[in-house]
């Protein structure tokens, strides 16, 4: 079961109780050289409500329990994804 899979199948909204929720992921880029060439190795999941559309954001490495490869950071550098 895949994180995204996991938060929908659990999640409830702590402001209203919904049960449906949408996930995006997004990156953002950090300070200092990664600004600088626009490599976005922040990698987040923003988690909305349905119903109220309360966000929450969770860091996937987190969830997973290890930091996930390079190879997108390779690729945002390469091609500026």
Do not use: W
């Not at 895949?2 to 995006?24: M, T």
């Not at 954001?57 to 690729?75: F, M, W």
């Amino acid at each position: 079961m895949s994180i995204e899979e996991a938060i929908q199948s659990r999640y409830r909204c702590a402001k209203c109780l919904g049960e449906d929720c949408s996930i995006k992921e997004v990156a953002m880029t950090g300070t200092g050289l990664s600004k600088m060439f626009d490599i976005q190795h922040n990698h987040y999941l923003f988690v909305s409500c349905e119903q109220c559309g309360y966000v929450e954001v969770y860091d996937p490495d987190v969830l997973r329990g290890h930091k996930a490869g390079s190879l997108g950071t390779i690729l945002d550098a390469l091609f500026g994804r």
